[in-house]
């Protein structure tokens, strides 16, 4: 078999179907709700755009309204982004009673 015919080898960590992951959740800004909220969520862990794998998370401390938070970023080897809210929302679609805190 030639090399150029060989299979891409797939990275470490990419054989998951579903992850859990941190993300941030600013859906309660303007409301007496607590702001900013770090949800976990377990996700699919494929790219919704594409169907590839979705990236390896990495963790993600910040500082943000006095306070520090840490939740979980990645990129996808497919350029696709991630967007909390979409993540937020496939979430909700996947457990409808949503995600906890």
């Known amino acids: 078999m030639k090399e ?8 470490v960590d990419h054989d998951l179907t579903e992850r859990a992951v941190r993300v941030i ?6 409301t007496s709700a607590a702001y900013p909220q770090i949800r976990t ?3 699919t862990w494929v790219c919704p755009a594409c169907h590839g794998p979705r990236g390896i998370p ?11 938070l840490t939740c979980d970023r990645w990129d996808n080897p497919c350029g696709h982004l991630d967007l909390y809210t979409a993540v937020l929302a496939q979430a909700r679609e996947r457990h409808p ?3 906890r805190p």
Do not use: I, N
């Open 25 to 30: 959740d600013r859906s309660g800004w303007g």
């Open 97 to 99: 009673a949503g995600p």
């Open 41 to 43: 969520v377990t996700l």
């Open 58 to 68: 990495k963790e993600h401390r910040f500082h943000e309204d006095g306070h520090w």
């Open 4 to 11: 150029a015919d060989m299979p891409e080898p797939v990275p």
